[in-house]
């Protein structure tokens, strides 16, 4: 450094520096350099951070799916990213075993359809990668990528287990990915249906793969199986069952991915959340006193005082992030019970925060079923054309939910421009809850049910 003061010097009087302050400018540096210069770690924690900072810049959709698949197996931090995706305006495309890789990967292609087809996205899109799908190991992975290299598109459940080596792909990881919803273009139909059906054929399809690959081996096929093997395995109808709930295919989703892919749970409440004046995570800051706050119950401590009084905390996540919950002594001997893994609340209390962390002190805690009870004035059924038997059972339905709220039905007639509406009879008033949602939309279809 003593050998560079001359030169600095001379360079900042000829750009017009003050030599005080040029000579203060040097000795800050020449005091630096005696801890930092010699630090070389420092010099490539820098490059790194440069490179980083350049490609998350330049090319956001290639590193958030490189940082997504480092981190495929970190729930809490894939959702994080998932978010920052969000935010960045990056699409994420579901998993899916006819265009998913093992990685999280970048659909440029489909980027450039999208530009074609007159839609700007500001980034291409990610597609989810198989390696974050939970109970499907990496070698059962593989072998499905390697039937769907062999024979190109996947078009049936039965298909592919005629061909994978079923000593890594059985039952669980086919499962699992039914519930991610990574086989949905293998049926038709909605895709609370197309799940449901497609989950009912697992067990026959294994078997039928199973029976096929043991055929292949042999070179020989028994009496009983040539009517059954002769139909293609893309033939081979799926079975007829009820489609699962939203709440259902939500749960799934989440127990396969560890978060909500298609939806979530707190989106088919936003009306009644925003009527009640309950804020996001994301919207509570430290000049709300008393705030209501909706979220999923996660990361459940439970604790106790040195009185040997018991208490809480845990994690509340909505849409967009999560916020920790401390539940006192004397909140929890009120609400204690409500609190439970996966639990849909709204927790009143105090925002705090520090230079570290920030929390929610609670007060109360209410389930979220609770305030369609609140809220609701009508319960409104939305119905096609439909039998009578339909009718009878949606009257006894009705029946074992007996309440103080009215219900009206809007049938879809073809000869009227707007739906006919018929309000039941007083005497057949219902108490809104989730369980009246769900049993409904059994019967009657998914979003037939409406809540004014």
């Not at 792909?169 to 990915?177: A, C, D, H, Q, T």
């Not at 999923?296 to 905390?313: H, N, Q």
Request: charged letters at 25%; aromatic letters at 8%.
């Amino acid at each position: 450094m003593a050998k560079q003061r001359e030169a600095f010097m001379a360079g900042a009087l000829k750009n017009g520096i003050h030599e005080k302050k040029a000579q203060k400018i040097f000795d800050l540096m020449e005091f630096f350099a005696g801890y930092g210069f010699n630090k070389s770690h420092s010099t490539t924690y820098a490059w790194v951070a440069y490179q980083t900072a350049f490609l998350k810049a330049n090319y956001p959709s290639h590193f958030m799916a490189a940082l997504l698949t480092i981190e495929a197996a970190n729930t809490d931090k894939l959702a994080m990213y998932l978010g920052e995706c969000r935010e960045l305006g990056i699409p994420i495309l579901p998993p899916d075993i006819n265009a998913s890789q093992l990685a999280f990967t970048v659909e440029t292609s489909r980027a450039a359809q999208a530009v074609l087809d007159g839609i700007t996205l500001p980034n291409p899109p990610v597609r989810f990668g198989l390696c974050a799908v939970k109970n499907v190991g990496e070698g059962a992975i593989r072998s499905m990528l390697g039937v769907r290299e062999t024979r190109g598109r996947i078009d049936s459940l039965f298909t592919l287990c005629e061909e994978v080596d079923q000593r890594l792909v059985n039952k669980r990881p086919i499962e699992s990915l039914i519930k991610a919803g990574a086989f949905d273009d293998m049926a038709d139909g909605p895709v609370p249906s197309r799940r449901a059906r497609l989950f009912a054929a697992v067990d026959k399809a294994v078997e039928h793969g199973s029976r096929h690959q043991r055929n292949r081996e042999e070179g020989m096929v028994s009496f009983f199986d040539l009517a059954y093997d002769d139909e293609p395995a893309a033939a081979i109808p799926l079975p007829n069952v009820p489609a699962w709930t939203e709440a259902q295919q939500l749960a799934f989703e989440k127990e396969a991915l560890g978060l909500y892919m298609s939806g979530h749970p707190l989106e088919r409440f936003s009306e009644e959340l925003k009527a009640f004046g309950a804020q996001r995570i994301g919207e509570v800051t430290a000049s709300l006193a008393d705030v209501w706050v909706p979220g999923i119950i996660s990361g459940i401590r439970p604790l106790k005082t040195k009185k040997g009084d018991r208490m809480a905390v845990f994690v509340l996540d909505d849409i967009a992030g999560g916020i920790e919950v401390v539940v006192f002594p004397e909140t929890f001997a009120k609400h204690g019970s409500l609190i439970a893994a996966d639990a849909m609340v709204l927790v009143r209390g105090k925002f705090e925060k520090d230079e570290e962390s920030a929390r929610l002190v609670a007060t109360e805690l209410m389930p979220i079923a609770a305030l369609r009870e609140r809220t609701t004035r009508e319960v409104v059924i939305h119905l096609p054309a439909s039998s009578r038997n339909t009718f009878e059972a949606l009257s006894e339905l009705l029946a074992r939910h007996r309440g103080d709220r009215r219900v009206s039905i809007e049938l879809a007639v073809k000869s009227a421009d707007k739906p006919l509406r018929v309000r039941a009879d007083v005497a057949l008033r219902v108490r809104p809850s989730e369980k009246l949602v769900e049993e409904v939309e059994q019967l009657c279809g998914a979003g037939s049910v409406e809540l004014r």
